[in-house]
Nanobody
Framework: QLQLVESGGGLVQPGGSLRLSCTASGFTLDYYAIGWFRQAPGKEREGVSCISSSGGSTDYADSVKGRFTISRDHAKNTIYLQMNGLKPEDTAVYYC?????????????????WGQGTQVTVSS
């Protein structure tokens, strides 16, 4: 089974930046679309960004457009989420998820494999 591992979370001040990473050991992610999702306490899980298996297509939630950038490095088997201009409302546990094939999008039910999550806290 594909095991995803997120890293890069932490505490940052408003306006700051973080880069999250998502990788898998023992599996190539080349054939998977990858999505980033987040869930804050008391709130529903929200799709943040996604990237196609080729890396040629991306999508973002309106709340993060212009601030977050998703990318993938096939050589490193890693997908990144660069987060700039962070706001307190970005505070959440961030998860990466994988969907095998050419489909990609922000519908969580389409993703089969999930990581354990990494905490992002934006606070002064």
């Amino acid at each position: 089974q594909l095991q995803l591992v997120e890293s890069g979370g932490g505490l940052v001040q408003p306006g700051g930046s973080l880069r999250l990473s998502c990788t898998a050991s023992g599996f190539t992610l080349d054939y998977y679309a990858i999505g980033w999702f987040r869930q804050a306490p008391g709130k529903e899980r929200e799709g943040v960004s996604c990237i196609s298996s080729s890396g040629g297509s991306t999508d973002y939630a309106d709340s993060v457009k212009g601030r977050f950038t998703i990318s993938r490095d096939h050589a490193k088997n890693t997908i990144y989420l660069q987060m700039n201009g962070l706001k307190p409302e970005d505070t959440a546990v961030y998860y990466c998820a994988a969907a095998l094939g050419s489909w990609f999008g922000l519908a969580a039910y389409e993703y089969d494999d999930w990581g354990q999550g990494t905490q992002v806290t934006v606070s002064s």
